[in-house]
């Protein structure tokens, strides 16, 4: 399987521990498109995830708050998190109103760990 694939595999297997979750979508860190299933705007959603990602980043080096472990924006329809995976990926994850945060939190991190290490592997 290819890289695409398996990144494609690794967010299908989140959305399948995370139901709630109704969008996912993987980048470069300079805002290229690698894997997505969301129906629109992928293009950009890539390029403001990985400008967010960079936002992120640059502020909690700012304020010294440590690695940065995600994003999280909420809205009055739903949220959308953001994760490094690795350095040179952003995985985006969009999920309904009421999803479950703590459930999303974790499996966003997993996920985001395994498409670095694909990454790495490469």
Do not use: F, W
């Amino acid at each position: 399987m290819d890289l695409r694939g398996e990144i494609h595999e690794e967010m299908l297997l989140l959305r399948e521990r995370a139901p709630e979750i109704t969008g996912t979508l993987t980048c470069t860190v300079d805002g290229m498109l690698v894997a997505t299933d969301l129906g629109g705007h992928t293009e950009q959603v890539a390029a403001l995830s990985s400008a967010l990602l960079s936002m992120a980043r640059r502020m909690t080096d700012l304020v010294q708050a440590g690695a940065l472990e995600e994003t999280l924006i909420s809205g009055t329809r739903g949220y959308t998190a953001c994760y490094a995976a690795g350095p040179k990926l952003v995985l985006a994850v969009l999920a309904g109103p009421g999803a479950n945060l703590g459930l999303l939190r974790i499996e966003g991190r997993k996920t985001a760990a395994k498409l670095a290490a694909i990454v790495e592997r490469e």
